[in-house]
């Protein structure tokens, strides 16, 4: 959610957990307080809320994303990432996702998980995470 700063996005975060928590009975009354204290991110809760009633919600992760199927090849296999030839995808996260790579100047047969921070995390907050600084 490019449009709420840090702070916002750390209380979004934490409001969106309680709003979970409420009865749905009691939720429009919680929505309308917090919107007179923090109208942005009650705004983004309600829109988040909202996404419940898609169609498909309810079988969000009903199946292991792990299956018999191989894998579709990202256009990121057999890329040179520096020193690292990229050999596939092992898996995806709220951060980014994380490849299999190895080492491919010939220094050593090293092989390593590279992991890279999507785009759709705000830059400043992404990094902070990465490397362990953010707040959780």
């Known amino acids: 959610m490019p449009d709420l700063t840090d702070e916002q996005w750390r209380s ?3 409001e969106l957990d309680e709003a979970l928590r409420i009865p749905e009975a009691e ?3 919680w929505l ?3 919107a ?3 109208p942005r991110v009650a705004a983004q809760i309600e829109r988040k809320l909202s996404l419940r009633s898609a169609p498909g919600f309810d079988g969000f992760l009903s199946q292991s994303p792990l299956t018999d199927n191989p894998p579709v090849q990202p256009a990121l296999v057999g ?3 520096g020193s690292w030839l990229v050999e596939g995808e092992i898996g995806r996260g709220a951060l980014g996702t994380v490849w299999r790579a190895r080492r491919s100047d010939g ?3 090293q092989r ?3 992991k890279l921070v ?3 995390w705000p830059a400043a907050t992404a990094q902070a995470r990465f490397r362990g600084r953010g707040r959780q």
Do not use: N, P, V
Request: aromatic share 8%.
């Open 112 to 114: 390593a998980a590279i």
């Open 27 to 29: 939720r429009a009354a």
């Open 118 to 120: 999507g785009r759709y």
């Open 107 to 109: 220094r050593s047969r």
């Open 32 to 34: 309308a307080a917090l």
């Open 12 to 14: 979004f975060s934490e």
């Open 79 to 81: 890329r040179q990432l």
């Open 36 to 38: 007179i204290r923090q």
